[in-house]
């Protein structure tokens, strides 16, 4: 029962992969020409957009697609409540952002540049409004294929108009543009998929069972914004822009990794408890299985990039970068367990519990005020290693909460990382000791060259040793891969769940 009711869940993942594969790379390549262009000062004066900017669009976009995705019951007047109410918030957080740019700017210390960009960089609240229902439907109907090729083409949109606006000589202003084509094209290309269009069928008990839900949903995802944008802020007016900029830079690759592997994660697993509420047994096999398989894909990627960074990130964004490479490493390897966390919050919101992230949301926001003000006068590395201490002490919470929904037990959420862990640090290691002479040897490029699929070699051998039920999940899938076998990458997947 169990494989039929997940099966399509689990080929769907597939795609959003995929799909996610595409756009990491296309946003990756333009980041890299757009990040030596710009220079780390002007990149985080860009940053500082995505504090406000972001903050809004929990209200805008996030809150109501996750509405829209857990009810049990959709009316077409919820569809249209969702798409004008969205919309409208959208418009009031441009109008707002553009008079208040002044005073933003100065309270961010981001001085003229941010307050000239802001007002542009807040005409994609609106343009993401757009999205909600046709994002937010097929992720209910559980059409992965489709929102990844919505997102790939929107993606690429995005960086061809940066990297155009770039070699323009449009400076940060080619980040900008980029935002707001992604934006404009994941609404236009999900309203062409959907084929929804926006009425007006829509009554007040429409817009009043939206609100029961919504109100909790702003509340948790608007707090957790808040906490993944203080250490930004306090960074902003402690350290300045150019801080900011090599900070960010380091979030926006665990954002990749993120974008990449658990964000399909998570889309699969809420989607899959929102169905499943009334069998948590179920549910609890999707999640353990769902952890251990996003740890041994996430793990690899987070504690190699650590591994290569010293070399990669002078080599490709410039050395003006280098002040990043230790927070990359540090965030990198507290890094680990995050899909663990993320598969967490899609099973508690997932199983409508989202008072209960709320709670664990706001425990969050006293956490971080108190890591941060303990590691903010030692520099960017102290602050990015308390941010990881921090999710570790929020980790029982989570693990509780998910125990009394469907009955998993903490230790085996405690323990769904530790084979792959271990695993990836045995071939991190490995790189960070060839890399230590290598580039000496042959040179930069080329010790990369050898030094990444030498590790992914050691990560496969060590899988062995520490978790061979893991081992045997990755070569059934490479093996699948090789034969072009979809049938047998969607069992090799589903075996994750006895690694």
Partial sequence: MKSTRFDRLASGAAWS?????????????????????????AYGVFALTWITVGL?????????????????????????????????VGFLGLACLSLAAGPVADFLQGGTLLEEILPARALTLPLGALAVVPIGLL??????????????????????????????????????????????ATAAVGFVVTRWRPGIRMRVRDFTDLLGFNASTWGAWGITYLDGELPRTLIARSLGSAAVGLYSMAMRLFDQVV???????????????????????????????????SVVLAAPLFLGIAA??????????????????????VMMLFAVRSPVTMVQTAIIRGMGKAHWHLGVAALGVCLTLAVLAVSLPYGLVAVAAAMGVRGILLFPSYAVLVRRLTGLSVRDQALASVGATVSALVMAAAVLGALA??????????????????????YWAALRVFSRPAARVVDSVLAAAVRRDRAGLRAALGGAGGS
Avoid: N
């Avoid at 209200?59 to 798409?83: C, K, N, W, Y």
């Avoid at 990449?260 to 809420?270: D, H």
């Fill in 56 to 88: 809004i669009e929990i209200f805008a976009t996030m809150a109501p697609i996750d509405t829209l995705v857990q009810r049990r019951e959709l009316r077409p007047g919820h569809l249209d409540a969702s798409f004008w109410a969205s919309l409208v």
């Fill in 17 to 41: 992969i995929v799909g996610k594969a595409v756009q990491t790379v296309v946003t990756l390549a333009t980041l890299v020409v757009i990040a030596r262009m710009v220079g780390p000062e």
């Fill in 308 to 329: 290569i960074s010293p070399v990669l990130v002078p080599l490709v964004f410039g050395p003006e970068w280098a002040g990043a490479v230790g927070v990359i490493q």
């Fill in 437 to 458: 002479w290598l580039p000496d040897a042959v040179g930069r490029l080329a010790a990369l060259a050898i030094a990444v699929p030498g590790g992914a070699v050691v």
């Fill in 139 to 184: 992720m209910r109907e559980a059409r992965f294929k489709a929102i990844a090729g919505v997102e790939s083409l929107a993606s690429v949109a995005a960086s061809v108009v940066g990297l155009a606006l770039a070699f323009g000589g449009a400076g940060v202003w080619s980040l900008v543009g980029m935002e707001l084509v992604r934006a404009f």
């Fill in 259 to 293: 974008t990449l592997l658990m964000r399909p994660a998570y889309q699969v697993v809420q989607t899959g408890a929102a169905r499943a509420q009334e069998d948590p047994a179920a549910v609890g096999e999707l999640a353990l299985g769902t952890m251990r398989a």
